[in-house]
């Protein structure tokens, strides 16, 4: 059997990669890596998330009514807001054990709580505040604005209130609203959230903050804020153990907000209106609201009416008149829509008197 003949010539070594282009290859491969995680976490982040968002969501969920996240949203300039174009949402659940709610709820595409149109108004009242001028608890027709214009033929009102919010979040939401034209009364309702104590920074010093991630390149990234979420959460599990918790507010930075809020009306002809909001416990005891005595410092020295529901809540049921520990029901709303028609009648007269 003859022997095949094999080529026995010298093998030829497959040519090596040089290290720089090996370092190439390491980077390319990385930066593809970082471009579907980069593209991964923009599918699941459709919002900039922040701290006082996170803040707020938890606490919804603790105090027993997580269907209200279902309306809300973060914003990066406002913390969160309102949710547009909501229609007939039905809303269920239970605030810090004080008795079930259901209650539904339509927004405009501004975010703002719908109500019936007004052609031929004559007057716009602006309604600025937190979840009590929202009306968590009642249905849209049922809250206080809408309650207003109805009993107010020539009126329109705009339900621009948002649940959790302080006077800061009030101001700058004023501050960046845009209407066809600027309201002739603004109701103004702060001072429970401004007061609530969440941790050992202010609204101000968070916004600081979120201002200056927002300035940083890593900001239009979206898999960073991923990673800051998660922490975030983490960080929201476990108490601030350095330094005890702070109000979002001060007495002094809430005056200042509240006074913000009055130089934007006049700087728009408006004609403000100050409300004092009660909480069920003081229908049986006599509380020391500090956010309270700021109001009505302010309303004293500035001349500027203000409608104390503390008193009139007092006066007209009390106990009755709550949904919950601090929400208004329909009849709460009622009766704060009477007391507010002839406080509103007279900014109304006394802008005419001003213009005449």
Known sequence: MAESNHHNGPTVAAPSLTRRKKVLFSIVAVVCCLVLVEGLSRFIIK????????????????????????????????????????????????????????????????????????????????????????????????????????????????NAAVPGYSSYQGRRLMERMRLPS?????????????????????????????????????????????????????????????????????????????????????????????VVWPVRLQMSEAIDQSKHVALKLIAARQRIPLVDAVSLFQAHGGVDLFADRIHANAAGCELMARALEPVIRGQLDSASRDGG
Do not use: Y
């Not at 919002?47 to 996240?69: K, M, Q, Y």
């Not at 007939?88 to 709610?101: F, H, M, R, V």
């Not at 716009?124 to 929202?134: A, I, Q, R």
């Not at 800051?228 to 507010?249: C, H, I, N, T, W």
């Open 47 to 158: 919002v900039t998330p922040n701290a006082r968002w996170e803040h707020h969501s938890n606490l919804v969920d603790t105090i027993g009514f997580p269907a209200l996240n279902e309306i809300l949203e973060p914003d990066p300039e406002l913390f969160w807001k309102v949710k547009a174009n909501l229609d007939g949402l039905q809303l269920a659940g239970e605030i810090a054990g004080s008795g079930p709610l259901h209650f539904s709820l339509s927004t405009d595409d501004r975010g703002f709580r719908r109500m019936p149109d007004v052609p031929d108004a004559h007057h716009t009242v602006l309604f600025l505040g937190d979840s009590c001028l929202f009306g968590v608890g009642v249905d849209d027709e049922q809250t206080i604005p809408a309650l207003v214009q109805r009993r107010m033929k020539d009126l329109r009102c705009i």
């Open 182 to 274: 600027p309201p002739d009364v603004v109701v103004i309702n702060f001072g429970f959230n401004d007061g609530a104590p969440w941790d050992h920074l202010s609204d101000l010093e968070h916004m600081a903050l979120l201002r200056a991630e927002q300035s940083s390149i890593l900001n239009r990234l979206k898999f960073p804020q991923l990673l800051r979420g998660l922490v975030v959460q983490k960080d929201a599990s476990s108490p601030e153990q350095d330094r005890p918790p702070r109000p979002r507010l001060s007495d002094e930075e809430f005056d200042d907000q509240i006074n913000l809020i009055i130089r934007l009306c006049e700087r728009v002809g408006a004609k403000p209106v100050l």
